[in-house]
């Protein structure tokens, strides 16, 4: 069984990940189905083997180590991959997602016209979260890409791994990978600034350290692009909020609403007119009146604030939904499983 042949039927089915697991035969996914591709059952063995085929010197210490190792894969002619190499049950198992190597333009993606106004912005942070596979990393793909075509900047990113590569056209553009450039995102973020850089793209702020890193490179008037794995702008304040100790909670209110631009929160859909996806798209930009909400810690009342604000560009998440839904373009049963308040939005459509 040949890992490069069993990669280019996933390429070649559209799939968005493939996973490499005992005792199951390879198995992709499909606008979020997982199917079975007709090969054997993969062993321990013929697992093992495949991961080593991936994985360089240093990968495999990794994964021997702590039994976890984050790469990335190419195969000529057929793409790039993002890898992750795991045990279960003893056994290998890998997950790989396919990585696009074009970057889609904006109008491709079926986003607000406010998520390309954005790239406008000179300064501050700007957040775009969801779920694993919603689209995050595409998104600031064609953000970066727009602002590679406008301005004659320096933008720097930092990733785990690259996925998108960019070419260099009036920006200069450096691409730092985790583990084979930079040991970790905290880390970039710590030498960065010496780096002269007017644009940063953070693949994730993942902990403490990276978020605070984030946001005062922000502070020092760049933009800083990164993603959160949160569902809504409310609930992405109060994850960044939380990660600090209760006696500095009170300092970083303070430096997030300076700095916050707007967190963009995404949800795929499978479409029901067409064979494809589509994105539903929170947008809280920061407003006076929300950057007053982070001050005094009432987060919880920003989905009031969106509502009242579709005139500038923001919509909230069950909005956007329900306007998929009347469009024709999702299902009633997915609109309702998705929406951040089932009830309500089922009411809206019910109308």
């Known amino acids: 069984m040949d890992l490069d042949t069993i990669l280019k039927t996933a390429v070649e089915m559209d799939a968005s990940d493939i996973h490499l697991v005992a005792g199951h035969p390879p198995m992709v996914r499909v606008q979020t189905t997982m199917t079975p591709l007709d090969y054997p059952v993969i062993t321990a063995e013929s697992g093992m083997r495949m991961l080593k085929q991936m994985a360089g010197e240093d990968q495999m210490k990794t994964f021997d180590k702590v039994k976890d190792s984050d790469f990335s894969y190419e195969v000529p002619g057929v793409g790039r991959f993002r890898v992750n190499a795991h045990l279960q049950r003893g056994a290998v198992g890998v997950a790989l997602r396919a990585i696009k190597t074009k970057i889609p333009p904006f109008e491709s993606l079926s986003l607000p016209d406010v998520v390309e106004r954005l790239t406008y912005l000179p300064r501050g942070l700007v957040l775009v979260?969801?779920?694993?596979?919603?689209?995050?990393?595409?998104?600031?793909?064609?953000?970066?890409?727009?602002?590679?075509?406008?301005?004659?900047?320096?933008?720097?990113?930092?990733?785990?791994?690259?996925?998108?590569?960019?070419?260099?056209?009036?920006?200069?553009?450096?691409?730092?990978?985790?583990?084979?450039?930079?040991?970790?995102?905290?880390?970039?973020?710590?030498?960065?600034?010496?780096?002269?850089?007017?644009?940063?793209?953070?693949?994730?702020?993942?902990?403490?350290?990276?978020?605070?890193?984030?946001?005062?490179?922000?502070?020092?008037?760049?933009?800083?692009?990164?993603?959160?794995?949160?569902?809504?702008?409310?609930?992405?304040?109060?994850?960044?909020?939380?990660?600090?100790?209760?006696?500095?909670?009170?300092?970083?209110?303070?430096?997030?609403?300076?700095?916050?631009?707007?967190?963009?929160?995404?949800?795929?859909?499978?479409?029901?007119?067409?064979?494809?996806?589509?994105?539903?798209?929170?947008v809280m930009l920061c407003t006076p009146a929300v950057r007053n909400l982070i001050r005094e810690n009432r987060a919880f009342e920003i989905p009031n604030v969106i509502d009242t604000n579709r005139a500038m560009g923001m919509t909230s998440l069950d909005s956007a939904i329900a306007e998929l839904y009347f469009n024709g373009i999702i299902s009633k049963e997915d609109a309702v499983a998705q929406a951040a308040f089932p009830e309500k939005l089922e009411r809206m459509i019910a109308a």
Request: proline share 4%; net charge negative.
């Open 129 to 282: 979260t969801g779920d694993t596979g919603s689209g995050k990393s595409t998104t600031l793909a064609a953000m970066i890409d727009a602002m590679n075509a406008r301005y004659k900047k320096h933008i720097i990113t930092l990733e785990d791994p690259v996925e998108y590569t960019f070419v260099s056209n009036k920006s200069v553009i450096e691409q730092r990978e985790l583990g084979a450039d930079v040991p970790s995102f905290a880390s970039g973020l710590r030498h960065v600034l010496r780096q002269d850089p007017d644009i940063i793209l953070v693949g994730e702020m993942r902990d403490l350290e990276t978020t605070a890193a984030a946001i005062t490179a922000a502070e020092t008037g760049h933009l800083v692009l990164s993603t959160l794995h949160t569902v809504n702008a409310s609930q992405t304040v109060e994850r960044i909020i939380d990660m600090y100790p209760a006696d500095q909670q009170n300092q970083i209110r303070s430096m997030l609403a300076n700095t916050l631009q707007a967190v963009i929160s995404q949800t795929l859909f499978r479409r029901i007119d067409k064979p494809g996806m589509a994105p539903a798209v929170e």
